[in-house]
């Protein structure tokens, strides 16, 4: 089992920046990619951003790349997202997760989502 807390979220002005954290505790000695997923409201949940356990590879939606980046430090079992250039379509609930495999994106675990709120 795996248990993850996503914190960080807040309102922000178009253009400004945020940095998401996500917290994993319990089987930690496991490599699992983790990432983010986010969900508007009206809207499906949507893939955002993933990271290897080494941190070595990323992967990223096209509506957030070279905005969004991803890092990790596994000493603190901690994962990152920083946010930068916001626009009002990146308003949000953004989930953290965890899976076994970077390339599929089927997560086996989830964060309790923060909320992430750009105003125009």
């Known amino acids: 089992q795996l248990q993850l807390e996503d914190s960080g979220g807040g309102l922000v002005q178009a253009g400004g920046s945020l940095r998401l954290s996500c917290a994993a505790s319990?089987?930690?000695?496991?490599?699992?990619?983790m990432g983010w997923f986010r969900q508007a409201p009206g809207k499906e949940r949507e893939f955002v951003a993933v990271?290897?356990?080494?941190?070595?590879?990323?992967y990223y939606a096209d509506s957030v790349k070279g905005r969004f980046t991803m890092s990790r430090d596994n000493a603190k079992n901690t994962v990152y997202l920083q946010m930068d250039s916001l626009k009002a379509e990146d308003t949000a609930v953004y989930y953290c997760?965890?899976?076994?495999?970077?390339?599929?994106?089927?997560?086996?675990?989830w964060g309790q989502g923060t909320r992430v709120t750009v105003s125009s």
């Open positions: 319990g089987r930690t000695d496991l490599k699992y990619a």
């Open positions: 997760y965890a899976d076994l495999n970077i390339a599929t994106r089927r997560p086996l675990y």
């Open positions: 990271i290897s356990w080494s941190g070595g590879t990323s």
